[in-house]
């Protein structure tokens, strides 16, 4: 499905009101859109280049594209001159995706500190930064943490990670995992890789059977939220009566981040899309990494 333009913001040439239509698509969490948009409009921008700049790199990461974005801001960086404020937010957003493209410099946490981020910490970016470490380390120093990590009120998919984490250091241990409340007993050693899931399988076929190669860029971002969304449940698996209606939730949750809609989806997967609410707040929660 080819994404059509509207012309009324094609030709505006004005600042502001180009500003607060991106600035909406963005709070509509319309993020590919939005980029889109930024990447015809650039030129027509000067004195609000920076504010528009700040919205297009944060579409950017919304929209799974961090390794442009990290390349634009390191561009932006090295200008000879950038207004304090906007500097401040560049450096912000490069802190935010260095680690991923491994740009740091050597970052070494104490194995105390990589303690306490486990037991304590909820900054997203210092908590992966911590699992980053760890995973250069003798992990089977740090189980205890682990085990509290495990049971705090976060993100669900940062758990994920350790467990990959504890499975490739070959962890043969007993963990309880809370998520969503529940608690559940599981061993990174016999547990299933996201990935490698039956569940993953067939939703990724039932995916690629309904977008197939007519959008290779739509298929891309809706196996990325079925990673996410599978990561927020897990390890819970999908019923077998639930992948039709698992599958059209997270179509039309990446066609919106397109800014788009197909009323005929539901019909498509032949499904009652009536209680679709709980799947898409859950993808909006689990893709908000």
Do not use: W
């Not at 486990?118 to 470490?133: Q, R």
């Not at 089977?140 to 350790?162: A, E, H, T």
């Amino acid at each position: 499905m080819e994404f059509v333009f509207d012309d009324k913001i094609l030709n505006c040439q004005d600042e502001n009101i180009l500003l607060d239509e991106f600035q909406k698509m963005y709070n509509e969490q319309k993020y590919v859109q939005c980029v889109l948009y930024i990447e015809k409009k650039l030129s027509a921008f000067s004195s609000k280049f920076y504010d528009v700049m700040i919205i297009y790199l944060y579409s950017l990461i919304k929209a799974k594209n961090k390794e442009k974005a990290l390349k634009i801001v390191k561009e932006e960086l090295s200008m000879p001159y950038i207004p304090a404020l906007y500097e401040d937010r560049f450096k912000e957003i490069y802190a935010e995706l260095a680690y991923k493209e491994k740009e740091t410099k050597e970052f070494v946490l104490s194995r105390d500190k990589i303690r306490e981020i486990l037991e304590t910490n909820t900054d997203k970016n210092i908590i992966i930064l911590a699992i980053v470490e760890m995973c250069k380390l003798n992990i089977r120093d740090f189980l205890d943490s682990i085990q509290i990590f495990f049971k705090r009120k976060i993100r669900n998919i940062f758990k994920v990670m350790l467990i990959d984490a504890l499975r490739s250091q070959g962890v043969n241990k007993e963990f309880e995992l809370v998520n969503a409340g529940k608690k559940i007993y599981i061993n990174p050693v016999t547990s299933e890789n996201v990935l490698e899931s039956e569940d993953y399988a067939i939703l990724k076929k039932i995916l690629e059977d309904n977008i197939g190669k007519q959008n290779p860029n739509l298929m891309n971002l809706a196996s990325e939220n079925l990673m996410l969304y599978l990561s927020e449940i897990y390890p819970r698996k999908v019923k077998e009566k639930e992948y039709g209606f698992i599958a059209y939730c997270i179509h039309l949750y990446s066609l919106k981040m397109y800014g788009d809609e197909d009323e005929k989806l539901s019909l498509i997967y032949n499904i009652d899309n009536h209680n679709q609410e709980e799947i898409l707040n859950l993808l909006q929660t689990a893709c908000s990494i």
